[in-house]
């Protein structure tokens, strides 16, 4: 029987839906330097703010106007690693989202869950492209999206979280499955 819980998996990862038994593991991977130092308004101070978000986010995996945010899971170990997530920025455009807790870093994950995450998302919501935003001194960040085959379109001055900073945005589409233009 299929677990319903699951989005998708690898050979290493699985990526399944949110739920409460995970706040204590979401709220000590929130709190790690490059996760305060990037996605700020991801850092949960204590295990009842991660519950918080974790009902709001297990509460609306089907409306397409809400974050999409799934935990990510070693296999073998069924430890949570971080999540991967696809947000409407409001505009009719989605962008991805990652974050890899600083002990499981280095390895590939992010880069193998975005691979496994997006053509699923993808197809689900209908969407032709996705966007990726991230500071420009997030050379994790742009490691990953262009390993992921996303296409830089900018770099410069631009709005993130609120503030005018230096920024990249890129942009992903799936590749065409037959060679027609």
Known sequence: MKNEAIVTQTDRLILQKFDESMAEAVHLLSIDDPNRRFQSD?????VEDARETIQFLA??????TAPQVYPILLKEQ???I???ELVPM?????EIGYHIG?????????AEAVTAFLPVMMARWGLPYVLGVCVAENTASRGVM???G????FEGIGLYHGENRPICRYRFTLPREDNRP
Not at 42 to 46: I, L, S
Not at 102 to 110: K, L, Q, S, V
Not at 150 to 153: A, I
């Open 42 to 46: 991801e850092v949960f101070e204590t």
């Open 59 to 64: 509460a609306h995996y089907d409306d397409e």
């Open 78 to 80: 069924g430890c949570n």
């Open 82 to 84: 971080g999540h991967v």
């Open 90 to 94: 409001g505009n009719g455009d989605w």
């Open 102 to 110: 600083e002990a499981f870093t280095r390895r590939g994950y992010a």
């Open 146 to 148: 262009e390993k992921c």
């Open 150 to 153: 996303f296409v830089k379109e």
